[in-house]
């Protein structure tokens, strides 16, 4: 019964490889208890982990947006909007908020670009969110301008908390957020409607030919990765306490696309090692080599793309393999 | 808005057309053959930049003639296409041809972050201003407004010149009809025995010199600055799409209607200027999704 | 009020009345130090971060403060915004750094601020210019050892009105962000209250970082304003001030440059005599006063010959910084009966502190803001130098248009009205 053996073979393994990932959560999630600025620098790697998980999504349909910090920046200016209107504002609905505006407008864009494959899908992205940025640079009575706008600490479920315990909560709430979405879109790219993203990604005239429409399946897709770019740039939002049009800058739509490759484009762990990596490499090169963070970033992008393509994520996929079979082989001895 | 200022309006828009495309045309090239955004392109367009202004303020300062200015630019390009793009494609394009789109998009993204920084290290942040070429052509005065000429007439002549040159490379010499080839076609270039390794090559140079030639062109009326690259990304970006890809041609219209859209944009609606270029190529894909004068891709099945 | 809100008010009245309190003298007293070392607003930060290095070097030559030495580390604003504030956390939290001074950028101030109250952390806002950060907040640990947009702006307004009275017309070319935004939303409600009858013909607002502005120079060619205002520094103003004397723009209009003393030497002869030139404060290294000062004259030599070029006003804005926060440690110590304060102590030291930079004497309000006085000229071309310099030299006291503490910008300068150019006090510098 070789295919019972496969299925009892992938449920040992993968068994013993959700503990590493779930080790390494609990080690991040009492990190901030020892290193406290790391809460703050966490909370927005993971923000930027949520953002990245919608890039995944459209990888696997073979489709690169570099324009998607567009739906990043729209839901942190909806939740800042909201939080000026009702002085404050509170979490939850500014979250909701953030949704709903980058799900709204993503139906909107979504079915002008889904038409759109390759460069051309990456570049309409690119001039939607550029005209957002200008937009938001232009109308400084109303956002701003380049300085932005201060986001004031809503409160939580009617609470108001002081700092510190206002960002332990959003620390732990973003992961929590992470967590649920990792586990659902990854899910989400097994269930039958994932599966048709590989076909888009490598062949999509024949999935033509057998009646499913590529662009209706891949505006899900878009709609799902616009609301978790949204959700993300809410979080930044309220995390940084200010929004700027910097949120939906070119740049950042392509650190987005960067991060999925460090971290792994296959894989929905990838989305958050890459992201915490990303940060941290940033932060330190930053404050250690200020001169030339942007090329230490550049290099180690290179480095990635030359010697270890499948990320971060398939790193440590290379390192579990020997075991892997180490494991088929004792189970294999048993028989 | 009077006849006048129509005038004047197109002559601004053109002479500004004149330097996106010849920074445009380059990516464009790129992107038909190779089926890469190069995003070093910045990089490339901002090193010929400072290395003109550089080594130009250098040759004055030691009293030799201003004129030599021009000679220099002509130098810059080769220099950029041959000692930044060549080893560019050949050690780091070359290895990856193979491997998904993104991470060919990622390599030049990285590529230009490195050379952000190559450039501060070595030109440091001041800003860099040599216009002796611009100076020496004077200014011309039409409808009682002083233009520069360098402006007005010899930035468009050299970019049509650049647009007669191209096509006859393409059209005339055999590289050059590879080069075609590739572009119309991969997979039947290859299947005949072209050697696309070599076709890329020759094409990231080219393409490579004339964003080198392009900033080398733009040093003389403009600061040369730290992050002037990442701003002309973006436009030479919308104006390949829009052009189609690889259309040379396309891009020298493209370039026409984003410079034309943003001048009048500037005397009739001023705030709206920053928007033209994106909108246009907004409106142009709407219409033709591949491009004014992109052809439909074939689809396999 | 609850027992947490009592404890927290009764705490420093407890340390207030334990007289004397003496902390601990450190090993060093560690800052750190926001600027652009990247991107185009480098062109304050790297000279802004040499003129530190020389500073506190002198100054821990000269004993340090408090016979403690002084150390600097700097954070790159141009690394974005989450970089900057996770350093910024870092540098508090972990290094347990003595006090930031944050930054360069508006925007950047603007994120800091409400941070540094949070994390109660000295901040000193050593460079940024908006007027919004203490009409719009209160903030205990936040000081700007300069002073704002409003002054900036109205001084130049004045000088204009009072070196060319007569002038009808006025555009504006600006870059696209908030200071640009910012400076000629102060700058034209001055001039309207001040000279009711003057006519904005355009307003031009390039992106920031334009490489060209053909298009706007010929539209103003045609235009023939009076004057042309333009608060732009670094890359764009080098390019808009060079393309517009090449085709004559200057021949018919006077630019107002109120940030030009920062590129006057880049310049070199491309700025034409006759253009009026603002400098964020009275800084200028030929100010008129301190030539016969060696301590500046000095500075200016070593400053030229560790850099290559004169020093502009970020250098000077950092001495401020850097004076006033020595200021604060001394007055603090003073106050506390020659013990060495805690860090509390020396907050408190820094309202109403009075301290001297490369300039003349700034104040520091009770909201925290910075009174400088504003020097403003008009540009000669001259044999001394291969660059304009200023002649014509006003100096405007700063208490008098400076914004009222607890007043915002807007209305105080709705309320002002014509009078106000010749009752105002300047000093006039013949050269």
Redesign the interface.
Known sequence: MASNNCERFEEEVLNYRFVIPLGLIALVAVLPVF???AK??LT?AFAKGLAVLGIIVL?RA?Q?S?GHALYFGVAAYASAFLGRQFAGGELISMLLVGLLVSGALSIVVGL?VV??R???F???N???S??LY??L??F?HLT?????M?VARPTVLGLSLE?DNFEVLLFYGTVLAAISAGFAVHKFLRSPIGQIYQAIAT?E??LE?LGVSARNTLLTGYVISAVLCGLGGSI?AVA???V?P?YTW??RS?EF??I??LGG?GSVGGAFIGAITY?LV??YA??FA??????V???F??GI??YA?RGLYGLYDDLLKPLDLKLARSRGAGK | MNIQLIALAFFDGVAYAALVFMVAVGLTLIFGVMRILNVAHGSFYAIGAYFTVSVGGAIFAAGYSHWLAFPLMMVTAALVGVVIGGPIERFLLKRIYAKEDVLQLLVTFAVFMIFEDVQRLIWGAQPYFDSSALTLMGNIEVLGISYTAYQLLFLPIVAVAVLIGLRLFLRKTLAGKLVQAVTEDREMATAIGIDADKVFLITFVIGAALAGFGGALASATTSVVPGMGADMIVLSFAVAATAGLGQVEGAAVAALLIGLGRSFAVYLMPELSVLVPYLIMLAVLLLRPEGLFGKQQLRKI | MNFKKLLQLAVPLVFAATSAFAAEKPEKLHIGITAFLSGPAAVFGVPAKAAAEMMIEDINEAGGIGGVPLSATFIDEGAGGEALLAEYRRLVQDEGVDAMFASISSGNCNKIAPLADDLKILNIMWDCGTQRIFEENDYRYVFRTQSNATPEMLSAVLYLLKTKPDFKTIAVVNQDYSWGRDSWEIFSTALKTLKPDVEVVAEFFPKFGSPDFSTEISRLLALRPDVILSTSWGGDLDTFVRQASQRGLTNNSTLVLPLAESSLERLGDALPSGQIVGTRGDHYFLHPEKLSDPAFTGFVEEFKDATGSYPIYPVYHMSQALNAFKGAYEKAMEANGGEWPDKEQVVDAMTGLTFVGLGREVTIREDGQGVEDQLLGTTVNSDDYDFATLGQIMIFDGDQITTPVGKVSADWLKALNPDFIDAVNVDTFEQ
Do not use: C, H
């Open positions: 290193v406290p600025w703050i620098v927005l990888l073979g690169v570099f002008f038409r759109y390759g460069i051309f990456g570049m309409l690119l001039a939607f550029m005209i200008s937009v640079e232009k400084y701003g301008g380049s300085d932005g201060q700092r062949n005239t024949r030919y930044m940084q306490g200010i700027t910097e070119w740049i392509g696309v960067f999925a490759v484009s940060e940033r932060t930053a404050a200020a001169d030339i963070w942007q090329m970033l550049g290099f992008l290179l793309i030359l393509s």
